[in-house]
């Protein structure tokens, strides 16, 4: 059953790289995503769907902790931190 449908979009000036935790992706999945724009949506099932992470494209630092997409967490309100090599960005 296919449940639910998934769109990630950025209002920053600066790109990322989003990673896509998913059980169904047999290799991992980053796309980047251009500022003022949206990624292609994804339609999944639930239950297949875990989270997101997502760092400034080009970056060596690290990823961000996971975002939630789906169960009770992910509609909790969330400040998500991710440095760069030159500042720091709060989304």
């Known amino acids: 059953m ?41 339609v999944m099932e639930e239950d297949k769907v875990r989270a997101i992470k997502v760092k400034v494209d080009g970056s060596k630092s690290l990823w961000s902790q996971e975002i939630l997409i789906t169960g009770d967490k992910a509609k909790e309100t969330r400040l998500v931190k991710v440095s760069s090599d030159y500042d720091l960005i709060l989304l």
């Open 2 to 42: 296919i449940s639910g449908q998934v769109i990630i979009a950025s209002r920053l000036t600066r790109q990322l790289d989003v990673r896509l935790l998913a059980t169904t992706f047999t290799t991992e999945k980053v796309l980047s995503l251009k500022p003022m724009e949206a990624l292609p949506s994804y």
